[in-house]
């Protein structure tokens, strides 16, 4: 069984930041990549960022220059710094991982900017 934490949601005010963080545990035979994806009410879920086991990052263009995205092999984490943070941004934030045994996806983190 794979767990992905997710860590890190919470109020911000607009032009604040925020680090989110996953963690992945379990039967995990070999992680392809990690990366977070974010549902609006009454949206879509759509990628936001991932990288990969070897360190290939993809943006969503929205998500270009505000904020980035790291990972940790050995410790199966991921993280994402969000910057200039705006009412946009309000959404729940999914971690996901691509291994071996699958996709695998976390219960959501809640980030809510302040109007």
């Known amino acids: 069984q794979v767990q992905l934490v997710e860590s890190g949601g919470g109020l911000v005010q607009p032009g604040g930041s925020l680090r989110l963080s996953c963690a992945a545990s379990g039967s995990i035979f070999s992680i392809y990549s990690m990366g977070w994806y974010r549902q609006a009410p009454g949206k879509q879920r759509e990628l936001v960022a991932s990288i990969t086991s070897g360190g290939n990052t993809n943006y969503a263009d929205s998500e270009k220059g505000r904020f980035i995205v790291s990972g940790d092999n050995a410790k199966k984490t991921v993280s994402r710094e969000m910057n200039s943070l705006k009412v946009g941004d309000t959404a729940v934030y999914y971690c996901?991982?691509?291994?071996?045994?699958?996709?695998?996806w976390g219960e959501g983190t809640r980030v809510t900017e302040l109007s």
């Open positions: 996901k991982t691509q291994t071996g045994g699958g996709p695998y």
